[in-house]
């Protein structure tokens, strides 16, 4: 049989190899700035677009989505041709995709500073977005599986089987997650509420880490590890085992994001149950990596790119340690809200995600400019002030999530509270956050030597666009040579579309074990006859608290604790959230948790402190909202905003869209005329009245213990 010529097409993996640059420096210096602002409040910089609650959303977007997306289809790009012996299925789709994807980040980096959010993490862009990226992501797909089915191998390799579960994965979770209904252009209301979307969201969440952050990056590590090695995947059986374990219980572990929260029981038990065993196809897949390396240790200490994989994987297997640490339930209860969170993930993020894409353009940019990396010692300089920016950033996040989480539970010899006042232990922890910042700091620097040292590398190279090779056809009819080639496994590996099929089969029991008994059976949400809708000014309130991106700094959920009932009051239920659309029970506490807030300070409090939080609480690090107080509050959306709600099944009454306006006049008159009593004039149609509206609501639906809440929260 002769030999087939053909190109690879090595223009679409240059193009996101340079967004990957470009976005991951934008991302970092972003995150940078977020980091700066949690002790130095003036890093703000004193306008609406670019406070923490804003561009927060902005820095984990651009480090996700930007940076390791672009990575993500970078390595795809590259290694998909190579393992099918074939040009990418479509030159027009593969600019579709690049174009598309990098039009949909611009998107997020002007709505998200705008206050243009859904709220839910790690998926905020609103639903104009939502659907763009759905459109893009049947775009990847298409051009991905039209390449497997006009490939010349017979079998998939072990990393296109990740992909594939990236691709299947990443669809359900992002539409599943993005059921929302409309309000105007850029707002809508997602159609679950309160203890049901809580566990979308987090099923989302958890398996955006999974299957975004994860999935495709075992991939890559198949594909590239060996290459760069020069030797063969450690074990064939452990890569099956290792694949079809993780997709499979992966999917299962979102509830360890909710324990202790209003989240029936029975699924709380389910997501510790499977993140416990999430700990072995993890670690399998960390083991096969490491052990491919078996016999070329001496390269690893003469080669940076093997450096950089190296400590990616020790990273990959801390984090996924951690994982189902904290989602033991004695663990959990110290180390949840805490900084201990953010250490776990950017221990994944930093060194998984970041150095095995470090580690992959250092081998990749110079194969396809066909020259020498520009300088060994930049790439070098860049391992170690990078390992030493992850341990700046990792070990004082450890330190002050500790902290926090003992803080919080402390009691005296009295039986009181020994640190009552919340924002004692966010002024002890200041430090910490000093030092990663400069962790940040490095890390970025590292950043900044590798995109000069690559591009020094493009210049003195020429990039072969079109990438000559050759390979035998894929014959039309096989004959079975291999005994091997009849089990199970091997014939499913001719199969790309019966494959794709069974990974989605895998991946969907574990969601709907969880959630469709949530969904269905009434009594897993029992209703609270106290509760009633918010009022119209209420409503427009707490989507300015959405807006300012009041949840990533506050949470919205008492947990069944002494620590936590003697500090905020009554421990949150699951009725009280039946109206809220999304749920705002947020996942880290860099300011108390506001859920029993309404009533425990006057208008007057709510309005000094929007204005100048260091006048209520002195040594704040929360920024000022001047702008509250001098924007008019939007009542043009009132009426859709009612409406909206109605059709979700909040039960305002018939016709109540008509005069909801009227009603929201009356009582924010009502606010401004209090407020007017403390010597505070400010109009009753400023945004402001709305937010003080909102947060006097929280938690009075209900009778409750009011706890021990200092004036200077």
Same mark, same amino acid.
């Given at each position: 049989?002769?030999?087939?010529?053909?190109?690879?097409? #090595?223009?679409?993996?240059?193009?996101?190899?340079?967004?990957?640059?470009?976005?991951?420096?934008?991302?970092?210096?972003?995150?940078? &700035?977020?980091?700066?602002?949690?002790?130095?409040? !003036?890093? #703000?910089?004193?306008?609406?677009?670019?406070?923490?609650?804003?561009?927060? @959303?902005?820095?984990?977007?651009?480090?996700?989505?930007?940076?390791? $997306? #672009?990575?993500?289809?970078?390595?795809?790009?590259?290694?998909?041709?190579?393992?099918?012996?074939?040009?990418?299925?479509?030159?027009?789709?593969?600019?579709?995709?690049?174009?598309?994807?990098?039009?949909?980040?611009?998107?997020?980096?002007? *709505?998200?500073?705008?206050?243009?959010?859904?709220?839910?993490?790690?998926?905020?862009?609103?639903? @104009?977005?939502?659907?763009?990226? *759905?459109?893009?992501?049947?775009?990847?797909?298409?051009?991905?599986?039209?390449?497997?089915?006009?490939?010349?191998?017979?079998?998939?390799?072990?990393?296109?089987?990740?992909?594939?579960?990236?691709?299947?994965?990443?669809?359900?979770?992002?539409?599943?997650?993005?059921?929302?209904?409309?309000?105007?252009?850029?707002?809508?209301?997602?159609?679950?509420? $309160?203890?049901?979307?809580? &566990?979308?969201?987090?099923?989302?969440?958890? #398996?955006?880490?999974?299957?975004? &952050?994860?999935?495709?990056?075992? %991939?890559?590590?198949?594909?590239?590890?060996?290459?760069?090695?020069?030797?063969?995947?450690? !074990?064939?059986?452990?890569?099956?085992?290792?694949?079809?374990?993780?997709?499979?219980?992966?999917?299962?572990?979102?509830?360890?994001?909710?324990?202790?929260?209003?989240?029936? %029981?029975?699924?709380?038990?389910?997501?510790?149950?499977?993140?416990?065993?999430?700990?072995?196809? !993890?670690?399998?897949?960390?083991?096969?990596?490491?052990?491919?390396?078996?016999?070329?240790?001496?390269?690893?200490?003469?080669?940076?790119?093997?450096?950089?994989?190296?400590?990616?994987?020790?990273?990959?297997?801390?984090?996924?340690?951690? %994982?189902?640490? &904290?989602?033991?339930?004695?663990?959990?209860a110290i180390g949840h809200f805490t900084d201990w969170i953010v250490a776990h993930v950017h221990v994944g993020a930093l060194g998984w995600n970041g150095f095995l894409t470090f580690g992959i353009l250092y081998w990749l940019i110079p194969r396809m400019y066909k020259t020498e990396l520009y300088s060994k010692k930049l790439a070098s300089f860049h391992f170690w002030i990078g390992t030493l920016g992850i341990l700046f950033y990792a070990i004082p996040m450890y330190w002050a999530g500790f902290t926090q989480g003992l803080m919080w539970k402390e009691f005296s010899p009295e039986g009181l509270l020994k640190y009552p006042n919340f924002l004692s232990t966010t002024l002890q922890i200041i430090p910490m956050h000093v030092l990663r910042s400069i962790g940040g700091g490095l890390y970025l620097i590292g950043a900044l030597v590798m995109t000069y040292n690559l591009a020094k590398t493009m210049l003195k190279g020429k990039l072969v666009a079109n990438e000559e090779a050759e390979a035998m056809p894929l014959p039309k009819v096989v004959t079975e040579t291999d005994p091997g080639d009849k089990k199970w496994h091997r014939v499913l590996e001719r199969k790309p579309m019966k494959f794709m099929v069974i990974s989605l089969i895998v991946i969907l029991i574990g969601g709907m074990v969880e959630m469709m008994p949530t969904f269905t059976i009434k009594s897993n949400i029992p209703t609270i006859s106290s509760v009633k809708p918010y009022t119209p000014l209420e409503l427009q309130g707490r989507d300015l608290y959405i807006k300012e991106g009041c949840v990533n700094c506050h949470s919205q959920t008492v947990r069944p604790f002494r620590s936590e009932t003697e500090r905020y009051g009554e421990y949150s239920k699951a009725g009280e959230f039946v109206y809220d659309h999304p749920f705002l029970w947020g996942s880290k506490r860099t300011g108390p948790d506001l859920h029993r807030i309404g009533g425990k300070y006057s208008n007057a409090w709510h309005y000094n402190h929007m204005l100048d939080p260091t006048s209520m609480s002195p040594g704040s690090i929360m920024p000022s909202y001047p702008w509250l107080i001098e924007q008019k509050l939007d009542t043009t959306s009132t009426a859709a905003k009612i409406r909206a709600m109605?059709?979700?099944?909040?039960?305002?009454?018939? $016709?109540?869209?008509?005069?909801?306006?009227?009603?929201?006049?009356?009582?924010?008159?009502?606010?401004a005329a209090d407020l007017k009593q403390n010597n505070i004039n400010v109009k009753s149609d400023r945004e402001i009245v709305a937010l003080i509206a909102y947060l006097q609501r929280l938690g009075t639906d209900i009778k409750m213990n009011k706890g021990i809440i200092p004036s200077n929260q």
């Open positions: 049989m002769q030999l087939e010529k053909f190109t690879y097409d #090595n223009k679409i993996v240059r193009n996101f190899g340079l967004a990957t640059l470009v976005w991951g420096i934008i991302g970092m210096t972003v995150g940078l &700035l977020v980091a700066i602002q949690l002790f130095k409040p !003036s890093m #703000n910089l004193g306008n609406q677009y670019t406070t923490f609650g804003r561009i927060r @959303p902005l820095h984990t977007n651009a480090v996700i989505f930007a940076f390791v $997306g #672009n990575a993500i289809f970078m390595g795809v790009y590259y290694s998909l041709q190579r393992l099918l012996k074939t040009r990418m299925f479509s030159d027009v789709l593969s600019k579709i995709h690049f174009w598309g994807w990098q039009l949909i980040i611009v998107s997020a980096v002007i *709505t998200l500073p705008l206050g243009l959010t859904s709220s839910h993490e790690y998926a905020e862009l609103e639903w @104009p977005i939502d659907i763009a990226i *759905t459109v893009i992501w049947v775009v990847f797909g298409i051009n991905m599986f039209g390449t497997i089915l006009k490939r010349r191998e017979r079998h998939l390799y072990v990393a296109i089987w990740f992909y594939i579960a990236t691709f299947v994965t990443v669809a359900v979770l992002h539409i599943v997650n993005s059921f929302q209904l409309p309000v105007s252009l850029f707002k809508s209301y997602y159609i679950f509420a $309160g203890v049901q979307d809580a &566990l979308v969201q987090w099923w989302y969440g958890h #398996n955006a880490v999974a299957f975004f &952050l994860t999935t495709p990056y075992l %991939g890559l590590m198949y594909y590239f590890l060996p290459k760069m090695a020069n030797r063969p995947v450690y !074990s064939y059986k452990l890569s099956i085992l290792h694949f079809w374990s993780l997709i499979f219980i992966y999917i299962w572990a979102g509830p360890h994001h909710l324990l202790y929260t209003s989240l029936p %029981g029975w699924a709380q038990s389910l997501g510790v149950a499977f993140s416990v065993m999430l700990i072995a196809p !993890s670690w399998g897949g960390m083991i096969n990596g490491l052990l491919t390396l078996r016999g070329a240790w001496d390269k690893v200490r003469e080669d940076v790119t093997l450096k950089f994989m190296v400590v990616a994987l020790t990273a990959y297997g801390m984090a996924t340690f951690e %994982g189902p640490l &904290l989602s033991l339930k004695q663990v959990n109605k059709t979700l099944g909040v039960p305002y009454k018939e $016709g109540f869209d008509k005069i909801a306006n009227l009603k929201l006049t009356e009582q924010a008159e009502e606010i």
